[in-house]
């Protein structure tokens, strides 16, 4: 009886682990012969790193400050950079670019001023944008600093970079997270108003993304005006044209490359009357092209380039959606209302309209919503979203350096997986982690969030952020070709080892 039972048991208790490992994300994603070894290799990998962790804390479970040189020696982490990861959804520009490029690229131009008011410090190049006598350049500074030029270059890196702020440790509140995360973007806004600084930082944003194999970029941007050297300015639809032709460059360099759409996105903290500007922008931004013998953009269509709308900002402290949805709901356009792309529930605590962003992001008719950490919260809304097949965009390292979540192993987006609620792996802000493109959030995504799948989770991850792309049918039928062939062989490369 005893066997008899013990047996039954072990059998129930089969069926039970096969079941779950079949239900969630990827459970049921078709592996030929080729992706059915690489899966083995993959997963005897993975096998071995969570083991040789075992004795102490494990990398998956560590903060990315701490992780990041540690999961630079991983044999996974070097897989998943070799994988073709398609489309990255969820990208703030002016946060894309590596910290440290900054440093060494940028402010080692001749032009590069420091400006410091009231003990803040911002980086600029125009004259005007900040009093004369409290401006210097960045190498007459650099110079008097000759003996140590490594740790002003640091302390220079400390104004984007949110390891080096004294939040970083482990008592640090929301509030202050986020007052350090806004100074990142108030310090490099000064750069990248000043076109030769902004075409080369996007062009080097386009790099770090296609060596992480990235080939598709969907980038936040609010489309600021820049000004050149002789001190013209250009217009938010001369801006976009600007990156159009960054773009178009790049494309012609990189085969493998596809593209970039824009999301016009603005700070929650705006009045409902700059609200309705911005949607006449962007409808101004839908249609404009490009005047071929000026060389310029003119009015007329120039579709596909910029895509949808977005507001951004600390949730808690800011306008909520719905103080925002009377102008949503109706814009002053005659398009009618943009396709949106809401950030809602990057939040832990309790605020009772910033806790309720997912439900109007959900009836505002949001396509994806960026983060979702909360939706865990809402199980009204999990249905409503797989229904509508409404992707989350999760931004793992951003949650963590944000202090939603200290150890990744608890992330919300294990429950997504684990009930199949669509979710596509991004980073948000890399540059301001002094993180290259989107892997380190993939290895934390396979290590930490999902820690028995295999190659099943990741193809179906890679495959979905196409599908839920803003590309044309065209562009999906294009990309697909680059993908399939870059994905060959990546699984070739894999199931040989
Ligand atoms: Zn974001």
Avoid at 50 to 74: T, W
Avoid at 161 to 172: G, Q, V
Avoid at 341 to 357: L, R, T
Wanted: include cysteine; glycine fraction near 4%; proline fraction near 5%.
């Amino acid at each position: 009886m005893a066997i008899s039972r013990t047996k039954v048991y072990d059998e129930i208790r089969t069926a039970i682990v096969d079941a779950e490992a079949g239900y969630g994300l990827g459970g049921k994603v078709f592996l030929n012969t080729d992706e059915l070894r690489a899966d083995q290799t993959l997963r005897a990998m993975k096998k071995k790193e969570l083991q040789a962790s075992d004795q102490s804390q494990p990398v998956a479970g560590m903060h990315f400050y701490d992780a990041k040189p540690l999961i630079e020696q991983s044999a996974v982490f070097a897989a998943l950079k070799q994988m073709p990861k398609g489309a990255i959804l969820h990208l703030h520009n002016s946060a894309a670019v590596s910290s440290g490029w900054v440093i060494r690229n940028l402010t080692y131009r001749q032009e590069a001023k420091l400006c410091n008011v009231e003990n803040r410090y911002y980086f600029t190049v125009r004259p005007s944008s900040c009093p004369d006598n409290q401006t210097r350049l960045i190498r007459d500074m650099r110079k008097e600093r000759k003996q140590d030029i490594a740790a002003f270059d640091e302390w220079l890196e400390s104004l984007i970079n949110m390891k080096l702020k004294p939040s970083r440790t482990e008592h640090a509140t929301i509030d202050q997270l986020w007052m350090d995360f806004e100074s990142c973007f108030d310090a490099i806004r000064g750069f990248l108003q000043y076109k030769p600084f902004f075409e080369a930082y996007h062009r080097q944003l386009l790099h770090e993304f296609h060596t992480d194999n990235v080939y598709h970029i969907e980038l936040r941007t609010s489309l600021s005006k820049l000004f050149d050297a002789d001190g013209k300015e250009y217009s938010p639809l001369e801006v976009a044209y600007i990156l159009h032709r960054i773009v178009e460059d790049f494309r012609h360099q990189s085969p493998t490359f596809h593209g970039v759409k824009l999301i016009l996105s603005k700070h929650k903290n705006i009045s409902n009357a700059e609200l309705e500007n911005a949607l006449k922008l962007y409808e101004s931004l839908r249609r404009i092209k490009i005047d071929l013998i000026k060389n310029r953009p003119c009015s007329a269509a120039f579709p596909g380039f910029v895509v949808g709308f977005d507001l951004v900002g600390q949730e808690d402290l800011n306008r909520s959606l719905r103080s925002f949805a009377s102008v949503l709901l109706k814009p002053p356009i005659p398009s009618g209302p943009p396709k949106y792309y809401f950030h809602a529930g990057e939040i832990v605590g309790y605020a009772p309209e910033a806790n309720e962003n997912l439900i109007d992001a959900v009836l505002l008719d949001t396509k994806r919503i960026g983060h979702g950490y909360a939706l865990l919260k809402h199980p009204i809304l999990w249905h409503a979203i797989r229904r509508k097949q409404i992707v989350l965009e999760v931004c793992p390292i951003s949650n963590q350096v944000l202090g939603l979540v200290r150890d990744l192993r608890n992330h919300p987006a294990s429950f997504y997986v684990s009930q199949s609620i669509p979710i596509t792996i991004t980073s948000d802000d890399p540059g301001f982690w002094d993180a290259r493109g989107v892997t380190y959030d993939y290895y934390y995504t396979f290590m930490a969030i999902a820690p028995h799948a295999g190659l099943g989770f990741l193809k179906q991850l890679v495959w979905d952020s196409i599908r839920y792309s803003s590309l044309s049918d065209e562009e999906r039928q294009n990309i697909t070709k680059i993908m399939e062939k870059q994905w060959a062989l990546f699984v070739r490369e894999m199931a040989r080892k």
